[in-house]
């Protein structure tokens, strides 16, 4: 392999990792859990619609009873329990 060869080689290699770790940087998921007194309202016990939609589109990990409950109000919602 001549020295041009290796050159462009390298030169290749350094402008496609600029490529793959300037434009493609995935972020980590987030890892945070909402919990039963994010989710529901303290003085009604309704789910909070507008957290709840906001952290499933974000991130879609709640505590176990929280998901319970979630089901639950929306089988009665939705007339299916």
Known sequence: ???KL???LLQLYIHLEF???S???VPFP???KI???E???TKTNKPRIDVLKYHFVHEGRLEENASAIVILC???ILGTT
């Open 1 to 3: 392999m001549t020295y």
């Open 6 to 8: 290796k050159n462009d």
């Open 19 to 21: 490529i793959i770790t």
């Open 23 to 25: 434009h493609f940087r």
């Open 30 to 32: 987030p890892s945070h």
């Open 35 to 37: 919990t039963m007194a």
């Open 39 to 41: 989710a529901f309202d």
């Open 74 to 76: 929306d089988g009665e």
